[in-house]
């Protein structure tokens, strides 16, 4: 099965940081669409942002653009999330995807990561 794994998730203040890594392995990562969601308890899947295949487009979510940036490494088959002035509503489960296209739509994405749990605390 390929499945990207992600990491960097965790407690953070409100108006804090973090980066979040998304590592891949079985796949040619620069085939691939790099994706991120986040899914907090109860509530839909929602789009955060992605980035094609060779880093020349990107899109990103209307809740936090401005505020994060995606970027890759083929190289190092390792995408990234950088998060900044986090929000309480930040809080979430966040998902790392590969797909075929830079959408926001879940249904683009073929391969998913099992989730890194992010928390902003008030």
């Known amino acids: 099965q390929v499945q990207p794994v992600e990491s960097g998730g965790g407690l953070v203040q409100a108006g804090g940081s973090l980066r979040l890594s998304c590592a891949a392995s079985?796949?040619?990562?620069?085939?691939?669409?790099m994706g991120w969601f986040r899914q907090a308890p109860g509530k839909e899947r929602e789009f955060v942002g992605a980035l094609s295949r060779t880093g020349g487009t990107t899109r990103y979510g209307d809740s936090v653009r401005g505020r994060i940036t995606i970027s890759r490494d083929n190289a190092k088959n390792t995408g990234y999330l950088q998060m900044n002035s986090l929000k309480p509503e930040d809080t979430a489960v966040y998902y790392c995807a590969l797909g075929l296209a830079t959408s926001g739509m879940s249904n683009s994405y073929a391969y998913w990561g099992q989730g890194t749990q992010v928390t902003v605390s008030s």
């Open positions: 079985s796949v040619t990562f620069s085939s691939y669409t």
